[in-house]
């Protein structure tokens, strides 16, 4: 029966493509939507897991509880065994260590005595190991103004709001003056390789980024870090997930006495990010949920229309001897057959187009004024297993209901004013 | 204006079907809009909690004073310009004097921002009142992240130490009257909040302010030599540059919405004409030409649209009103965030927003109405009259 | 006239005992002349007790005056060369790995020295009580087995970081044994004990101070003087910037 009425539809191609191809289009808007609305909505959660807070972060119960003081004295120790260990355990996951840093930036003059200086936070990061992918997270390539990443040992990058009230440009020398570990006077030399725009006048205005390693020295830090930061190779926070990572990394290295003992915190326990994640994942299933029922109605609208258009047809095959529950339930079966490879092609595209803008993503950079760091420039769509079956609502099931809507006149004794109305 | 009655007629003869396809459409308008603005509220949100919790209506600068450089706080404070003094005292203005100290709870020392503002205070949502509390505690508050990071809870007492004008310690325990929740960060980490009176008198700084937070409704701001008037477009810059990056996010969304309202109307639209085809052989044999009938099928299904706004118009303005101006409760599993006022969301309608939607939607629909109408040149007459499937 | 002449006995009694008690200001005086000198040489280890583990940093320092102090680094290895020079409130820093001479801001010296409880200020603070201060004996009390006179201090001059002062100070060495530092409120502050006070010269002088910061929890910072000498000639090159980098 199915074969049969598949050949009737691929012959009468008038009866099969154009509700095909709405289908089709109707799910492929509401994939690409449900993936680009996903992508852009944990963005800006990405954006913070990315500077700040990871997807998860591991640092000391000390650290924690003062860490917007950056208080390095209380920094995790041994974090290259710690971070390898990590990897190891959990491969769907890429960490690294993070320090930072408050201290004072002075630019010398000739003589090699202050000329310029200011307060200044600094990043240590990975910038130096030949891995590019906290340089990428933290935006850094496309925020340079001037100048270029760090290449060598001791090259740092500068602000560039703070780069002009010092005086400085790529090339020239500044000592950072700052607290070690241990508490000792820490000052340090550093060549100035590049600018960069934050994004943020607070972090303009005084923000440097070195290589952890070189923080390391100049901090007397060595194997130790503020924090390290774990994120899902994926690109996308999962929140279960993240727990159970949590929770299974605590109970094997925390000590609960021991308050120099590493404690993994995922995202969501970060109350602000944590907030922000539940907040925007609920505005995005409104969003969708929205877009669906739009989208529901239209192709509902379509299945009811095409089912209307074949009432003269179906008078037709009653009129020769069909039962109507035959007609009904082959009308049935083909709006169905129409629904589910309409849907299934409109994945198919959709998936397409959401993978291009998953992997390349938008750069929105030339509508904007400029990227920086807090504030990317390419945005990008998420595909979550949800991304795969959203289109199937609308496309195959509201199709049917406007196909079961409009077969129920068959079974109305005054059809023939009804489609006579419609013939019209 | 034959075509536009004629068209109509054909619209509203078709009955039930054109009223599908308008409300199918309307429905499209509604979301269309409603999806933006809801967009666009959740962006502005920030921008207006720090409106309502920070900025007011613009601020006016002690000449020393950077909120970026903390150090610059020892030198920043005076005397309210005389021009201002009225405004402090009708409460119009308000004053604040932000100093350094620190605070000890639990043995430990946070260094923190002490904040004087007066408790009576209008102008923005800190639930100052509570500093009033008194008998004999001096009373302050602090954010949710500064409880937080400080183990702090309402009620504990708590070792405050600065150095006055003078450089001399003094320290004093603060009752901490109320926690507050806010989704602006920068009126709560590393922060408290005490009555602007008594930082005065801790500090040997009596009249004096660090700055001024205007009402956000006052008229063109007096000029103050030498304060500085920071005005709301200084004072969130940061914000408007993001929201502004987000928007070119919305319009990617919005273009993939304005697709699916083509979608709606191409949809009936080949329908229309395939199903018609009698009738354009009957226009073209009664003599109209063929540009004149793609002409009346576009227009049959423009009109389409503007049905839709109208149609949509009547539902969807109390609808998307009602959102405005009462919010969309978000529900949030945990009441433990507790953000109370951001739990509600309020979209935003730009009249460029609702205009630019009719219209392009208009534009777009009658582009889609006439793509599918330029079959009808390529019909013979005859063959159409007949019925025939082309 | 019985009651009368209870009055008259009580107040009788409390000025004699008043009488017993010396003078404030000499106390003071006699204080500063062992605490203050016109110049000295010494060499000091500062433990700190962080809240981790424990520091401890060497130094040696030629301070003239109250205004004038030199001081090298000796340890720990990371540290040695490091020097700072402060003349009158201004504070330069040299450190050997960078050969850079850096100018501390005002503002900075309020800053704890090396994660210790104390601040620049604090240890470049070396005026003489006298011309601060002004004090009055409240009593006596033991401490360490010695007997102290308690002294009340209050400042006098408005640009000062500790208004209140308590004192101990033992009565036969003239030299307090320990140190309370009073916020305007009367909030306790800071607690500095001293002890083994020895013969220097003509003086009595602590060997070992330990400063608490009282607002926190922890075990404090101990500064222990190796070797001090007192009124030695230090030439006048060693206070010049041109000496931080030798």
């Excluded at chain 2, 269309?32 to 921008?47: C, F, M, P, Y």
């Excluded at chain 2, 730009?350 to 390529?378: H, N």
């Excluded at chain 3, 970081?161 to 800071?190: F, H």
Aim: a neutral charge; one cysteine or more; charged letters at 20%.
């Amino acid at each position: 029966m199915i074969k049969f009425l598949l050949r009737g539809l691929l012959r009468d191609r008038h009866r099969s493509l154009l509700p095909f191809l709405v289908t089709l289009i109707g799910v492929m808007l509401t994939v690409v939507f449900h993936a680009w609305m996903t992508g852009v909505i944990g963005n800006s959660i990405e954006f913070s897991a990315r500077f700040a807070s990871g997807h998860v972060k591991v640092m000391t119960r000390a650290y924690s509880e003062n860490a917007a003081q950056a208080p390095n004295d209380l920094a995790l120790i041994g974090t290259d065994t710690l971070t390898a260990g990590l990897s190891e355990r959990w491969p769907e996951m890429e960490f690294a260590g993070r320090i930072h840093f408050a201290g004072i930036i002075d630019a010398p003059d000739s003589l090699g005595e202050t000329r310029e200086q200011g307060p200044a936070m600094g990043f240590g990061i990975d910038l130096l190991s030949g891995n590019m992918a906290e340089a990428e997270r933290m935006n850094i390539p496309s925020s340079l103004r001037s100048g270029r990443l760090p290449e060598r040992k001791n090259e740092v990058l500068i602000s560039r709001l703070f780069a002009d009230k010092l005086g400085v440009v790529p090339g020239d020398v500044i000592t950072l003056v700052g607290s070690s570990m241990y508490g000792e006077l820490a000052m340090h030399n550093f060549t100035v390789s590049g600018t960069v725009d934050f994004g943020t006048t607070a972090l303009d205005r005084g923000t440097v980024i070195a290589d952890i390693g070189d923080v390391r020295d100049a901090l007397n830090m060595e194997d130790a870090a503020g924090e390290i930061l774990g994120f899902f190779r994926t690109g996308v926070y999962d929140a279960e997930r993240a727990s159970a990572i949590c929770e299974e990394f605590n109970r094997a290295y925390n000590t609960p006495d021991d308050e120099f003992s590493p404690l993994m915190t995922s995202l969501s326990q970060d109350k602000t990010m944590g907030f922000l994640v539940e907040y925007s994942g609920k505005l995005q299933a409104i969003l969708v949920a929205l877009f669906i029922m739009a989208m529901s109605l239209i192709l509902w609208n379509a299945g009811l229309l095409g089912g209307l258009r074949r009432y003269s047809e179906f008078g037709m095959r009653l009129a020769i001897g069909e039962s109507k529950g035959h007609v009904y339930r082959t009308m049935m079966m083909e709006s169905l057959l129409i629904g589910f490879f309409g849907s299934a092609a409109g994945v198919a595209f959709g998936m397409i187009i959401s993978l291009f803008l998953q992997n390349h993503g938008i750069d929105l950079g030339v509508m904007m004024k400029n990227a920086s760091v807090m504030m990317p420039s390419v945005f990008r769509a998420h595909i979550t297993p949800a991304t795969w079956y959203v289109g199937f609502i609308p496309g195959l099931i509201s199709s049917q209901i406007g196909s079961m809507l409009s077969g129920i006149g068959i079974y109305k004794r005054q059809t023939a004013q009804l489609f006579k109305e419609l013939e019209q | 204006m034959l075509a536009f009655r004629l068209a109509l007629r054909n619209l509203l003869g078709a009955g039930l079907r054109t009223w599908l396809n308008v409300i199918v459409l309307s429905f499209s308008f509604i979301i269309i809009i409603w999806t933006k603005g809801l967009l666009e509220g959740w962006d502005r949100q920030a921008r207006n909690d720090m409106i309502s919790w920070e900025v007011g209506g613009g601020q006016y600068w002690h000449s020393e004073y950077d909120p970026y450089d903390p150090f610059t706080l020892t030198d920043s404070h005076g005397q309210v310009p005389a021009g201002l003094e009225a405004g402090v005292t009708d409460g119009s203005l308000v004053p604040l004097l932000i100093t350094q100290g620190s605070v000890y709870p639990r043995g430990m020392m946070h260094a923190v921002l002490i904040k004087g503002i007066p408790p009576q205070q209008k102008v923005i949502e800190l639930p100052t009142a509570y500093l009033e509390a008194g008998e004999g505690d001096v009373c302050a508050i602090i954010g949710e992240a500064m409880a937080e990071s400080t183990g702090l809870k309402e009620g504990d007492y708590v070792t405050v130490r600065w150095r006055d004008r003078n450089g001399t310690f003094d320290a004093t325990e603060v009752k901490i009257a109320a926690v507050f929740k806010t989704t602006v960060p920068t009126v709560d980490v590393g922060q408290i909040w005490l009555p602007l009176d008594k930082l005065q008198e801790m500090m040997l700084m009596p009249g004096e302010a660090t700055l001024l937070i205007r009402g956000p409704e006052a008229g063109p701001p007096p000029v103050a030599d030498p304060w500085v008037f920071r005005d709301q477009d200084f004072l969130l810059s940061d914000i408007e540059t993001i929201i502004k990056a987000k928007g070119s996010v919305g319009l990617i969304i919005w273009g993939i919405l304005l697709m699916m309202a083509m979608l709606a109307v191409f949809d009936t639209q080949v329908l229309s004409i395939f199903r018609r085809q009698k009738e354009i052989g009957t226009y073209v044999a009664l003599g109209m030409t063929k540009s004149q009938v793609v002409g009346l099928f576009t227009l049959e299904g423009a009109m389409n649209s503007v049905l839709a706004a109208i149609v949509g118009a009547l539902y969807g303005i109390p609808l998307l009103l009602v959102q405005a101006v009462k919010g969309i409760k978000i529900p949030l599993s945990s009441s433990d965030f507790g953000i109370a006022m951001a739990e509600r969301l309020y979209p935003v309608y730009s009249l460029w927003l609702i205009g630019g939607t009719v219209a392009i939607v208009l534009l777009v629909t009658t582009a889609v109405s006439y793509w599918p109408s330029r079959r009808i040149a390529k019909m013979s007459p005859t063959e159409a009259l007949r019925g025939r499937v082309q | 006239m019985k009651r009368v002449a209870l009055i008259f006995l009580l107040t009788g009694c409390l000025s004699s005992l008043h009488a017993q008690y010396p003078d404030g200001k000499q106390l003071l005086d006699r204080i500063d002349r062992n605490m203050s000198s016109e110049n000295r040489v010494f060499t000091s280890t500062m433990v700190i007790n962080g809240r981790r583990a424990t520091h401890t940093i060497k130094m040696k320092t030629w301070t003239a005056g109250e205004k004038k102090s030199f001081t090298e680094y000796l340890y720990p290895v990371r540290e040695q060369g490091t020097k700072m020079l402060k003349l009158e409130n201004q504070l330069w820093i040299y450190s050997p790995s960078t050969d850079r001479i850096i100018q501390i801001a005002g503002h900075m010296l309020r800053q704890s020295v090396m994660g210790s409880d104390l601040s620049y200020e604090d240890l470049m603070e070396d005026s003489r009580l006298t011309d601060r201060y002004s004090a009055v004996v409240t009593g006596t009390e033991e401490v360490n087995g010695r007997d102290c006179w308690v002294i009340d201090l209050k400042a006098f001059v408005p640009e000062i970081t500790y208004q209140g002062m308590k004192l101990w100070v033992d009565r036969e060495r003239n030299i307090p044994l320990r140190e309370e530092m009073y916020a305007k409120s009367g909030t306790l502050l800071k607690r500095t004990e001293l002890s083994d006070v020895e013969r220097i010269g003509n003086r009595w002088y602590p060997r070992r101070i330990l400063f608490r910061d009282m607002l926190k929890d922890g075990k404090g910072t101990e500064f222990i003087i190796e070797e001090i000498e007192f009124n030695v000639p230090i030439p006048d090159y060693i206070f010049s910037k041109a000496s931080l980098k030798k």
